[in-house]
């Protein structure tokens, strides 16, 4: 599904155990979700499902952005964006605009794994808001 954009593909090199996830996966900071290219917090979220799917304990993921990866690191990525998505999901339930659940902080928690590098946590939770609100 469109993940980052609609646009996005995964490599499985099936002998070297090696999957390319391109921008579907970014390890280390925030990913960037282009709602305006088709791409969403959901189908980000379904991507990262289907890339684990297809491994085993042996096999490395090469991220669109951050180091090599193991099966592991993407389960603890899988969470953030699960996390994220909810919480954010929860605050538009509640009635709250961007600003509202921008101030509710739903990915602080993460911070200081994931938003040191690149987007802060309140561009992550905009584009996640922007991505769950769309029409």
């Known amino acids: 599904p469109a993940a980052h954009t609609?646009?996005?593909g995964v490599i499985h090199f099936t002998k070297a155990n090696v999957?390319?996830?391109g921008d579907i996966i970014f390890f280390g900071?925030?990913?960037y979700i282009d709602v305006?290219?088709?791409g969403s917090i959901d189908g980000v979220?379904?991507?990262v499902k289907t890339i684990l799917a297809m491994c085993d304990e042996n096999t490395r993921i090469i991220p669109g952005h951050g180091p090599l990866l193991e099966p592991g690191q993407i389960e603890?990525?899988?969470a953030m964006l699960v996390s994220?998505?909810?919480?954010v999901a929860e605050e538009i339930k509640n009635g709250k605009d961007l600003?509202?659940?921008q101030a509710a902080e739903p990915a602080a928690e993460f911070d200081a794994d994931w938003g040191q590098a690149w987007l802060t946590s309140d561009q992550f939770v905009q584009e996640v808001y922007e991505s769950l609100t769309a029409e």
């Open 19 to 21: 999957i390319h996830s």
């Open 84 to 87: 994220v998505r909810d919480a």
């Open 36 to 38: 305006s290219a088709g």
């Open 99 to 101: 600003a509202g659940v």
């Open 29 to 31: 900071l925030y990913p």
């Open 76 to 78: 603890t990525y899988l």
């Open 6 to 8: 609609d646009g996005d």
């Open 45 to 47: 979220i379904a991507g």
